[in-house]
């Protein structure tokens, strides 16, 4: 999807989509700044005055009265007529000619003799640097009249931008976002008024009411914090959903689009589902609704007049509805209900937001499972965190909360937890050095490395034997190696900062990763396009309602069944699911919107369906 570009206009108040305020634009005025009074100095040779040979009349004079303190380090102005008679004055000045010039200052002064040729050497040579200082106060002056100008053009953009962008900024959570309140103060209060609306990046969740209450209907927010901590937690339970959201997130390939489609009036929604070859819709903005989206509706629901179809697809203009296809429906495999069990999670570091994670695996985990948290945070001081920050740890009926003290980054410290137990480890960038990019994903990396290269060392002695036979094929004791092998017993979830961390966690496939930056990025970036798309993304980030789910194709089908695309989104339908897309087994990435859904291809059990479901 291409994404507009601003006009090589002049002015910035045309052809411009996006609009990112600067500090600057925050504390400027509405009106012109005031104008300096520019002192003008003249260059040219001034025609002698007949009173210059009057003693009373100094051919220097000063640039302000001598109490001027501005002007305490310039004292004199040299008389550019004088330039002429500078070689009758060198002259003047010899044994043969004992008559001797003067100069007088301003002050009255006399010199006479060599000393005053020396000190009239200085003022010529004041008097030539004089207009190089002038030139660069010119040149400051002229600089803080533009930024001037600019400042106005930017307030004219901002009333003409189809989306304004506020993002947050490095440091403490609530000076960001105190900065992003002033800043949406600062643009609902513009007196042409806002064409678009305002995307703001919060840090702390906390802090969202108040900037809606300050923004209204003008602003949508999107709580980086929390997005990225709901997402490790969903990423932690299914792996390679990391690499899913990247993708619909990202600007690359598919996205959620919604439009209208009125050849749709009247259709099931069951229908819609097959009637567009080249996009997957998702779900429904009910005009009936007051224009609310309803993700994965009933099959029977009919689309209304002024019904909009939210849809997975390439681009805005790469789809649209055709003749609808005739498909087989087929039935489901009769065991099909996939039963939740007790789940032990580690959570290695402390964020800000740990009673709101907590929360979440709450509503996600079935009863008897077991959180552990491993963090150097004392342990009374973890339970007044979370009762602040309004978690009741009496109340939790799935998971039992287990404390382990500790730092993550010294071996023997993990070596004493039973790191090959745990289904999930999430690594969390810790509170302590969160304002550091670098210095977070050097510790979650540290940290990743100790925990697999112990895990790896647990193996069983049978499993590291039958190992030992095809570790020639990676390098002879490469410890990469023992590392994947022990990636496949439990799920590691570090969550970085930086792409360049992303890149050697890639390289090396010893864990599943959440990039905090890029993802916050690509969301603000689509509701920026789309405000009505924030209330997708916030319904599968939620406890409730539906989620992204990667599913086992044994549930839709046997093995070697050969099924078109279509026919397996029907029979997922009888589970009430929507399938977006695949991973077969022998592959890396997982394919969405997949062309030629109606060809038939024959499916492993090894294969897995990226759906979208509600959350169980």
Same mark, same amino acid.
């Given at each position: 999807?291409?994404?507009?570009?601003?006009?090589?206009?002049p002015?910035?108040s045309t052809?411009?989509?996006?609009?990112?305020?600067?500090?600057?634009?925050?504390?400027?005025?509405?009106?012109?700044?005031?104008?300096?009074?520019?002192?003008?100095f003249?260059?040219?040779?001034?025609?002698?005055?007949?009173?210059?040979?009057?003693?009373?009349h100094?051919?220097?004079?000063?640039?302000?009265?001598?109490?001027?303190?501005?002007?305490?380090?310039?004292?004199?102005?040299?008389?550019?007529?004088?330039?002429?008679?500078?070689s009758?004055?060198?002259?003047?000045?010899?044994?043969?000619?004992?008559?001797k010039?003067?100069?007088?200052?301003?002050?009255?002064?006399?010199?006479?003799?060599?000393?005053?040729?020396q000190?009239?050497?200085?003022?010529?040579? =004041?008097?030539?640097?004089?207009?190089?200082?002038?030139?660069?106060?010119?040149?400051?002056?002229?600089?803080?009249?533009?930024?001037?100008?600019?400042?106005?053009?930017?307030?004219?953009?901002?009333?003409?931008?189809?989306?304004?962008?506020?993002?947050?900024?490095?440091?403490?959570?609530?000076?960001?976002?105190?900065?992003?309140?002033?800043?949406?103060l600062?643009?609902?209060?513009?007196?042409?008024?806002?064409?678009?609306?305002?995307? @703001?990046e919060?840090?702390?969740?906390?802090?969202?009411?108040?900037?809606?209450?300050?923004?209204?209907?003008?602003?949508?927010?999107?709580?980086?914090?929390?997005?990225?901590?709901?997402?490790?937690?969903?990423?932690?339970?299914?792996?390679?959903?990391?690499?899913?959201?990247?993708?619909?997130?990202?600007?690359?390939?598919?996205?959620?689009?919604?439009?209208?489609?009125?050849?749709?009036?009247? =259709?099931?929604?069951?229908?819609a589902?097959?009637?567009?070859?080249?996009?997957?819709?998702?779900?429904?903005?009910?005009?009936?609704?007051?224009?609310?989206?309803?993700?994965?509706?009933?099959?029977?629901?009919?689309?209304q007049?002024? #019904?909009?179809v939210?849809?997975?697809?390439?681009?805005?203009?790469?789809?649209?509805?055709?003749?609808?296809?005739?498909?087989? $429906?087929?039935n489901?495999?009769?065991?099909?209900?996939?039963?939740?069990?007790?789940e032990?999670?580690?959570?290695?570091?402390?964020?800000?937001?740990?009673?709101?994670?907590?929360?979440?695996?709450?509503?996600?985990l079935?009863?008897?499972?077991?959180?552990? =948290?491993?963090?150097? @945070?004392?342990?009374?001081?973890?339970?007044?965190?979370?009762?602040?920050?309004?978690?009741?740890?009496n109340?939790?009926?799935?998971?039992?909360?287990?404390?382990?003290?500790?730092?993550?980054?010294?071996?023997?410290?993990?070596?004493?937890?039973?790191?090959?137990s745990? #289904?999930?480890?999430?690594?969390?960038?810790?509170e302590?050095?969160?304002?550091?990019?670098?210095?977070?994903?050097?510790?979650?990396?540290?940290?990743?490395?100790?925990?697999? #290269?112990?895990?790896?060392?647990?193996?069983?002695?049978?499993?590291?034997?039958?190992?030992?036979?095809?570790?020639?094929?990676?390098?002879?004791?490469?410890?990469?190696?023992?590392?994947?092998?022990?990636?496949?017993?439990?799920?590691?979830?570090?969550?970085?900062? #930086?792409?360049?961390?992303?890149?050697?966690?890639?390289?090396?496939?010893?864990?599943?990763?959440?990039?905090?930056?890029?993802?916050?990025?690509?969301a603000?970036?689509?509701?920026a396009?789309?405000?009505?798309?924030?209330?997708?993304?916030?319904?599968?980030?939620?406890?409730?309602?539906?989620?992204?789910?990667? $599913? $086992?194709?044994?549930?839709?089908l046997?093995?070697g069944?050969?099924?078109?695309?279509?026919?397996?989104l029907?029979?997922?339908?009888?589970? $009430?699911e929507?399938?977006?897309?695949?991973?077969l087994?022998?592959?890396?990435k997982?394919?969405?919107?997949?062309?030629?859904?109606?060809?038939?291809?024959?499916w492993?059990?090894?294969?897995?369906?990226?759906?979208?479901?509600?959350?169980?």
């Amino acid at each position: 999807m291409s994404l507009d570009s601003e006009s090589p206009s002049p002015s910035p108040s045309t052809g411009r989509d996006w609009f990112f305020p600067s500090p600057s634009f925050i504390h400027s005025s509405h009106h012109h700044l005031p104008r300096t009074p520019t002192r003008r100095f003249s260059t040219y040779p001034r025609a002698r005055r007949p009173y210059d040979s009057d003693p009373k009349h100094s051919s220097f004079q000063t640039l302000s009265p001598p109490t001027d303190p501005k002007y305490a380090g310039i004292r004199r102005r040299v008389d550019f007529a004088r330039r002429t008679q500078r070689s009758d004055h060198r002259h003047a000045v010899s044994p043969s000619n004992p008559q001797k010039f003067e100069v007088t200052s301003s002050l009255g002064n006399k010199s006479s003799g060599i000393g005053a040729f020396q000190l009239n050497k200085v003022r010529w040579r =004041m008097a030539f640097l004089l207009p190089i200082l002038i030139t660069a106060f010119s040149s400051l002056l002229h600089k803080i009249f533009s930024y001037q100008n600019q400042i106005i053009d930017l307030q004219v953009s901002v009333s003409k931008a189809r989306a304004i962008i506020v993002l947050a900024e490095d440091g403490n959570a609530d000076q960001s976002d105190a900065r992003a309140l002033r800043t949406v103060l600062s643009l609902t209060g513009v007196k042409e008024g806002l064409r678009g609306h305002i995307v @703001v990046e919060l840090s702390d969740l906390d802090n969202e009411v108040l900037v809606k209450l300050v923004g209204g209907d003008l602003v949508e927010t999107v709580v980086a914090h929390d997005v990225i901590g709901r997402l490790m937690i969903q990423c932690a339970r299914q792996p390679g959903l990391a690499q899913i959201w990247e993708d619909i997130l990202g600007f690359e390939n598919c996205e959620f689009y919604i439009k209208r489609w009125p050849q749709l009036d009247g =259709m099931q929604f069951e229908d819609a589902l097959i009637s567009f070859p080249d996009a997957i819709p998702c779900g429904i903005k009910a005009a009936s609704y007051g224009g609310k989206i309803i993700l994965n509706p009933d099959d029977s629901y009919v689309l209304q007049e002024a #019904d909009e179809v939210l849809v997975i697809a390439e681009d805005d203009d790469t789809y649209s509805p055709t003749t609808l296809p005739t498909v087989w $429906r087929g039935n489901l495999p009769k065991d099909f209900i996939v039963p939740k069990s007790a789940e032990r999670i580690l959570f290695c570091g402390w964020r800000r937001d740990m009673e709101d994670m907590i929360m979440v695996l709450e509503a996600f985990l079935a009863p008897g499972s077991e959180l552990w =948290m491993f963090n150097d @945070v004392p342990e009374k001081e973890r339970e007044k965190k979370l009762i602040d920050g309004g978690l009741d740890i009496n109340q939790l009926v799935n998971i039992s909360l287990i404390n382990r003290e500790g730092n993550a980054v010294i071996r023997r410290h993990l070596e004493s937890l039973p790191l090959e137990s745990f #289904d999930s480890i999430l690594i969390l960038a810790d509170e302590s050095v969160e304002d550091s990019a670098i210095q977070a994903d050097s510790r979650s990396l540290a940290t990743l490395l100790l925990i697999r #290269d112990i895990q790896a060392k647990r193996l069983p002695y049978r499993e590291a034997k039958i190992f030992q036979g095809h570790r020639a094929s990676i390098s002879q004791g490469s410890w990469i190696g023992e590392m994947q092998q022990a990636s496949d017993k439990s799920v590691i979830i570090s969550e970085i900062l #930086d792409p360049r961390t992303k890149n050697l966690l890639s390289m090396s496939k010893i864990s599943d990763y959440v990039l905090s930056n890029e993802l916050v990025s690509m969301a603000l970036a689509m509701v920026a396009e789309d405000r009505q798309i924030n209330d997708v993304l916030e319904e599968l980030f939620a406890e409730e309602g539906n989620e992204m789910h990667i $599913r $086992r194709a044994d549930l839709y089908l046997q093995d070697g069944e050969e099924l078109s695309f279509y026919e397996v989104l029907l029979r997922a339908r009888q589970r $009430r699911e929507i399938v977006i897309g695949y991973r077969l087994a022998n592959a890396e990435k997982a394919v969405i919107n997949p062309p030629g859904k109606n060809e038939k291809r024959r499916w492993s059990l090894e294969d897995v369906f990226v759906v979208i479901a509600e959350k169980e």
